[in-house]
């Protein structure tokens, strides 16, 4: 029996949450969940709802035969689709920590585009991902509808990184999931609680271009009122905005103060 505290999360039988969990626990274990079903892990339930399933890895090539026999379709890409209209997004991470990546970054000294800046952050939180027994019940009986146990799940700092580096680059061509980012960024900020030490132990840059983005949509006077139009739409539960600018300016407090520069607003 796993010793882990199960995350509890209700739905319908044949459901999506049912489906989710139940594709989750044949995945291979070496992949790490992320996206909406990671969020609701980590803030617990409610959440807005999620319709796919999204993980990372490392040698995405050796998993595609097996996915490919679990799946009804594999377009590559690490785009997957089984029965139920249920998808799964595999993201292949780079075979180097999240450090040795920066570096070789930074080695011709220009500055991290967005796309590079994503890289290092959904890299970091591959290898800090941690273990969780997750459980799907049913909403009214409370019956075990599926299990995914000692699943390495995106800690709340490593879903913040990657929600972060991910908003730039949704501003144009998908303004929805921008507005889902910044909901989900909300919650896991007031409900999910990051670890301070985790923040902490951050590569600088990440933490520096994480903390500056944060302040500048949840703070800052005009970026604050421009997520507050954008994230409206999900009101089941409401964000309060009053309680992520005080979780923001805590990470602010209790990070180190040579890791925040005077670089632009990203």
Not at 178 to 204: F, K, N, Q, T
Not at 229 to 256: G, I, K, N, T, Y
Request: net charge negative; charged share 25%; hydrophobic share 40%.
């Amino acid at each position: 029996m796993s010793e882990l505290r199960p995350v509890v999360l209700s739905g319908r039988s044949g459901g999506t949450t049912h489906r989710e969990v139940e594709l989750l626990a044949s995945l291979p274990r070496e992949m790490r969940l992320i996206g909406g079903l990671a969020v609701m892990c980590r803030v617990g339930v409610p959440h807005r709802t999620t319709v796919d399933l999204d993980v990372i890895t490392r040698g995405l090539d050796d998993h595609h035969e097996s996915m490919s026999r679990l799946a009804l379709t594999s377009t590559g890409g690490g785009q997957y689709s089984f029965e139920g209209g249920l998808d799964l997004d595999v993201i292949e991470v780079a075979s180097e920590s999240a450090e040795e990546v920066l570096e070789l970054l930074g080695a011709s000294g220009a500055p991290l585009t967005d796309l590079e800046l994503a890289v290092v952050a959904h890299t970091w939180a591959h290898d800090h991902a941690a273990p969780l027994d997750v459980v799907a019940v049913h909403d009214s009986t409370g019956d075990r509808l599926a299990e995914a146990n000692g699943r390495l799940v995106a800690t709340t700092v490593g879903l913040l990184v990657m929600k972060c580096s991910a908003v730039p680059l949704r501003a144009s061509s998908k303004p929805e999931k921008r507005s889902s980012d910044l909901y989900d960024i909300g919650r896991l900020l007031s409900v999910g609680h990051p670890d301070p030490s985790e923040v902490s132990a951050l590569p600088p840059l990440l933490l520096q271009v994480t903390l500056e983005r944060l302040h500048t949509w949840f703070v800052d006077d005009s970026g604050r009122d421009r997520t507050y139009r954008e994230v409206r739409r999900f009101d089941e539960p409401q964000l309060d905005l009053d309680e992520v600018a005080e979780a923001v300016e805590d990470l602010f407090a209790l990070s180190s103060p040579d890791a925040l520069g005077n670089q632009p607003e990203r």
